[in-house]
């Protein structure tokens, strides 16, 4: 039994490293594609696996400091990447796509400042909902849910209030005209121009 368990960890741990390297290639990809950028992808892909390996690394920590939780299932690495690797690329598409939509009117600042009122508020509750429904998980009496739904849920919140609402637009006022590189680049200089010209 013991030989069959750690054959089944060896195996689960590859297929859940092959699968987070290749969901992120294909994700990268499509946010390339959606953004027509190549450094907005890189970036919105980074605070994906920032956030999901702050949930993993806090989540285990509090699992084990507060509820005496020592392991982990081998499967829920793989579970809570798939679900924050979901909700983070909506997160970011929402955002960003708000981003790019002011840029060209406004000064970058002010496009990422517009962008976070408009999409804030929609992202914090729709974070709060999801955490809250994956906490529930958290009332079960199978060990396995309770855990996943804890990671998940401090997942969720990591992402929604401190990914997106302040790394995401940091980095992009960091990165400036760069941002959006090559398509936004030349249209965001202009609009820094104008402003400064019209001042």
Same mark, same amino acid.
């Given at each position: =039994?013991? +030989?069959?368990?750690?054959?089944?960890?060896?195996a689960?741990?590859r297929?859940?490293?092959l699968?987070i390297v290749?969901v992120? /290639? #294909?994700?990268?990809?499509?946010l390339?594609?959606?953004?027509r950028?190549?450094i +907005?992808?890189? *970036? $919105?892909m980074?605070? @994906?696996l920032?956030? *999901?390996?702050?949930?993993?690394?806090?989540?285990?920590?509090?699992?084990d400091? #507060?509820f005496?939780? =020592?392991?982990?299932? !081998?499967?829920?690495?793989? *579970?809570t990447?798939?679900?924050? &690797? +979901? /909700?983070?690329?909506? *997160?970011?598409? $929402?955002?960003?796509?708000?981003?790019q =939509?002011?840029?060209?009117?406004? !000064?970058? %600042? =002010?496009?990422?400042?517009? &962008?976070i009122?408009?999409? &804030?508020?929609?992202i914090? !509750?729709? &974070?709060?909902?999801?955490?809250?429904? #994956?906490?529930? /998980?958290?009332?079960?009496p199978? $060990?396995?849910?309770?855990?996943?739904?804890?990671?998940?849920?401090?997942?969720?919140l990591?992402?929604?209030?401190?990914?997106r !609402? $302040?790394?995401v637009p940091?980095?992009?006022?960091? /990165?400036?005209k760069w941002?959006?590189?090559?398509? %936004?680049?030349?249209? @965001?200089?202009?609009?820094?121009?104008?402003?400064?010209?019209?001042a």
């Amino acid at each position: =039994e013991t +030989a069959l368990q750690a054959d089944l960890d060896r195996a689960n741990d590859r297929d859940t490293l092959l699968v987070i390297v290749l969901v992120t /290639l #294909f994700i990268t990809i499509m946010l390339g594609l959606l953004t027509r950028s190549i450094i +907005a992808p890189l *970036y $919105m892909m980074g605070t @994906i696996l920032l956030s *999901y390996f702050s949930a993993l690394g806090i989540g285990i920590f509090l699992l084990d400091q #507060f509820f005496g939780i =020592e392991d982990i299932s !081998s499967r829920i690495p793989l *579970y809570t990447f798939v679900f924050l &690797g +979901a /909700l983070g690329v909506d *997160y970011n598409i $929402m955002l960003v796509s708000r981003i790019q =939509e002011e840029v060209g009117k406004f !000064s970058l %600042k =002010e496009a990422v400042q517009r &962008g976070i009122t408009f999409t &804030g508020g929609v992202i914090s !509750s729709a &974070g709060l909902i999801l955490a809250a429904t #994956f906490a529930v /998980l958290t009332t079960q009496p199978v $060990m396995e849910l309770f855990t996943f739904g804890f990671v998940v849920a401090l997942g969720i919140l990591i992402d929604t209030f401190i990914i997106r !609402s $302040m790394l995401v637009p940091a980095i992009i006022v960091l /990165l400036g005209k760069w941002a959006f590189w090559p398509v %936004k680049k030349k249209k @965001i200089e202009e609009a820094q121009n104008k402003i400064e010209y019209d001042a």
